[in-house]
């Protein structure tokens, strides 16, 4: 990335790299980059996901909310392929499901997109060794009667985080049968 992208200046950017000798997973990730931050809060985004979802109505919301921490979701009840999130009619986390769990009565269901808006509260749950945001941060918040509000999404999400599915889908795109310019 660093050589294709470079410092970002030529696309009106500032890109700040936070290297990772050994992979930290996508909390520790987060808690090794936190020098950089300056107690601000930030979007977060997995770099496997192609979404057309607009950022900054992401970040008004969770603004305009003022809980801990939003997470981008798409509506799901595919408990087969993911691991659900479990929230309520008042767009709270309400926690998450196993692979093929049967589905709730009381929540909905929901995919996390790879989407998060986290304050600097939310991050201090987090540390620079191997872990995950969802058992280190929003497991424990949750634990904690933390609000963490969920931001339902309707419209294009790819998930490409298999080496298979990026092979495929990286042909489509060549032969033309997909127009990455929806993403942009």
């Not at 985004?45 to 607009?54: C, E, T, Y």
């Not at 201090?124 to 969802?134: D, N």
């Amino acid at each position: 990335m660093e050589s294709c992208l470079g410092d970002g200046r030529r696309y009106g950017l500032e890109i700040i790299y936070s290297e990772e000798p050994q992979i930290l997973g996508s909390g520790g990730g987060i808690a090794n980059a936190e020098p950089h931050f300056d107690g601000e809060t930030i979007l977060i985004l997995n770099a496997d996901v192609l979404s057309d979802i607009d950022i900054r109505k992401l970040y008004s919301h969770h603004r305009e909310c003022g809980s801990l921490a939003s997470m981008s979701v798409l509506p799901s009840q595919n408990n087969i392929d993911y691991t659900l999130v479990k929230y309520t009619a008042q767009n709270g986390l309400a926690g998450f499901m196993d692979l093929g769990e049967p589905l709730p009565e009381n929540f909905l269901t929901c995919i996390f997109m790879g989407y998060q808006v986290l304050s600097p509260q939310a991050r201090h749950y987090l540390r620079p060794e191997f872990q995950s945001v969802i058992n280190r941060f929003y497991k424990k918040a949750i634990e904690q009667q933390k609000r963490i509000n969920i931001y339902p999404f309707l419209g294009t999400w790819i998930d490409v985080g298999t080496a298979s599915f990026y092979h495929i889908f990286r042909e489509q795109i060549r032969l033309g049968e997909v127009d990455l310019k929806t993403f942009m």
